[in-house]
Structure formats: structure tokens, C-alpha cells
């Protein structure tokens, strides 16, 4: 395993960290396996762990703070804060008055002192930046927290944090956490570039493209709790997963003509990047860990990066909806039209 610093943090990451949202309801209730796969994961050389409060509504921390107990110093340790959280309209978003509270329930289900990288999920419309800044900038000051980050935050709301934070004194994003797989390189026109010109550390989710680059001969529809989550992402009714498709066959030809696994090409290929301080790896099943953490060593070479330029051109997301970030001014007609 090579590891990368993450930004300006001086925090050093592994180059492949372990996405924890399959652990739980979501996915995998089994709480003694899904610990044996994050030993699994941190034997391998993986020091960095990513999950969320919503991840099956808490209990992916409750296995993660679990499977850390004697290991949590070696550990760099992200979760995230924003989505709902139960009924009560008040437990999301971007306010100080939840931020105070999410970050003390997921420190009682991580069972720790500190979170290491503390993530906003998503930008909040309804909550102004500064004060999301600033009840942030309280918690690094207690010593609750390491490092503030955002996840999936377009380029202009990052430069906007950025100034916010430096024109009010304010602790500011030090991560992003994007999108980024061979299907999703939307993020490389402008949020990549961003976060490089801020010295972010960039931890990049979805390698694998929500399962289309897993190698399997063909997407499989979503059950349980994950079809809740990833909706109609493999409706081949859709014509940008009819181009995906046409995508995923050429790019299993060109992985096994350069002497790869699909999945082992994907991971890769994010890798590539220069922005990219670690890529996001999620497994809901031991065997598929194995597999993914088999290929830490691939490195691709410009003739096969050529290629998959040629394949899905830079800069383009085939399908803008695997995003799960549609921006309230689109996504919310009553934005966009005069009453």
C-alpha cells in the first residue's frame, strides 16, 4: 500500500481508504463480518476509513467505532454530517444547532475522542456558509476535530467556503470528497482543478460507478436498503445507461487486452489523477474486498489512459444523475420560474 498526503494537512492516507456505507442494514447486517472485513482492510495497509451518520442510520459508525477498538491511533477517521437523521425536520443540514449534536452522536458511535477528517455530506441552501464555518471552526478549536471537509460540493460553493473562511477568520475546508470514476469525470473540468488551486485533499467515492465498473457481465438491479439509494441508476430504459453500457463493453476489452480486471482499470484510472489523494473503496462482501484490494499496485500508462479518453472523453459525466446532487436551482421548478 503507497500513501499520499492528504492536501496541506501534512496527513498522510492510504491510497485506496475503506468506504463503510455497505456496512449495516444497507447492505451487510452481519456486524462480526463486517469487522473482520475492515481488519481485513487495515492488515492490508489501509489507514484511512470513511463513513457516514447516515449509513444505515448510524449503525455503519456503531460497526466502524466496534471493529477500531486497539487500532483507532492508527487510523485516520472520516464520517459526515448533513442528511436526515430520523423525523424531526431540525436533525440535518448545516446548522449550528445540528452540527453540535451530530458530531457528539457520531463521536458516541465511533466510540472516540476525535474524527479526523469531519465532512459536510452536501451544500445546505437554507443555512448560511459562515455559520456552518463557524460551528465547524468550534469543533477543530475543541479538539473534536481534525480536519473540516465537504463532499460532492460544486466548484463555485467551494471557492465561496474558501473566501467565507478567510474573510471571517474562520477554519476552512481542507477536503473534498467528489464523484469520480470513468462514467463520472465531470468533476475533472472544475471541482478536481479547484481543489487543487486550494491545496485540498481530495477523497474521490464511487470508483466502480455504483457497480456498473464491477465487472459483472451486467448491472444488476438494486435491493433492500441500496435500492432506496442508488433508485434507477441501472434502468436500461434510460438512454444514458444504454451509453454506459456500450461504455462498459469497450472498457472490459481494453482492461483485458492490458491484462487487468475491469474493476482493477477503474480504481486505477481515478488513481491517475494528480489532484486524487485517496480513492473510496466500498465492499459489502469479504470476497469482493479481496478482489478490489488485489489490484493496489495497477498503474496505468498513457497509451491506456489514451483510450479511455477515447471512451468516455474527459470532463464528461455519461449519466448527471449518478451525481446525487441535483442543484436546488434545477431541481426545484418554483427556482426557476416567476410566480
Known amino acids: 500500500m503507497k500513501y499520499r498526503v492528504l492536501g496541506g494537512t501534512g496527513i498522510s492516507v492510504s491510497e485506496f ?22 481488519h481485513t482492510a487495515l492488515d492490508a495497509g489501509i489507514n484511512t476509513i470513511d463513513t457516514a451518520d447516515t449509513y444505515s442510520q448510524g449503525e455503519s459508525e456503531q460497526i466502524v467505532g466496534k471493529a477500531l477498538k486497539g487500532r483507532r491511533d492508527n487510523v485516520v477517521l ?39 477528517v469531519y465532512q459536510m455530506h452536501r451544500p445546505d441552501p437554507a443555512t448560511d456558509i459562515e455559520e456552518t464555518l463557524a460551528a465547524l471552526s468550534d469543533l477543530v478549536r475543541d479538539g473534536k476535530v481534525r480536519v473540516i471537509g465537504t463532499s460532492t460540493f460544486p466548484a463555485e460553493q467551494i471557492v465561496e467556503a474558501q473566501w467565507v473562511a478567510e474573510k471571517r477568520g474562520l477554519h476552512r475546508f481542507r477536503t473534498e470528497q467528489p464523484p469520480y470514476s470513468i462514467l463520472m469525470r465531470g468533476v475533472e473540468a472544475d471541482v478536481l482543478p479547484t481543489a487543487q488551486r486550494y491545496g485540498m485533499g481530495v477523497l474521490t467515492w464511487s470508483p466502480l460507478a455504483a457497480g456498473w465498473l464491477s465487472g459483472r457481465a451486467a448491472p444488476a438491479q438494486a435491493t433492500g436498503g441500496r435500492a432506496e439509494i442508488v433508485g434507477d441508476v441501472f434502468d436500461l430504459a434510460d438512454p444514458a445507461n444504454q451509453t454506459k453500457l456500450a461504455a462498459v463493453e469497450k472498457l472490459t476489452k481494453l482492461a483485458a487486452d492490458a491484462g487487468m480486471s475491469l474493476p482493477h482499470l477503474a480504481v486505477a484510472f481515478v488513481l491517475a489523477h494528480p489532484a486524487v489523494s485517496s480513492v473510496i473503496i466500498g465492499a459489502s462482501r469479504p470476497q469482493h474486498l479481496a478482489d478490489l484490494l488485489a489490484g493496489v499496485d495497477v498503474r496505468l500508462g498513457d497509451d491506456v489512459l489514451d483510450k479511455i479518453d477515447e471512451i468516455v472523453p474527459p470532463g464528461v459525466t455519461v449519466r448527471q444523475r449518478d451525481t446525487y446532487y441535483p442543484p436546488p436551482a434545477i431541481a426545484d421548478k418554483r427556482l426557476r420560474r416567476l410566480s
Open 17 to 38: 481508504a475503506l468506504g463503510a456505507m455497505t456496512f449495516g442494514s444497507f447492505a451487510n447486517a452481519d456486524h462480526d463480518e463486517s469487522v473482520r472485513m475492515i
Open 78 to 116: 472520516a464520517t459526515k454530517f448533513w442528511n436526515p437523521m430520523g423525523d424531526d425536520v431540525n436533525r440535518r443540514g448545516g446548522s449550528p444547532r445540528w452540527i453540535k449534536r451530530a458530531v457528539e452522536e457520531s463521536l458516541r458511535r465511533l466510540d472516540t475522542d476525535y474524527i479526523d
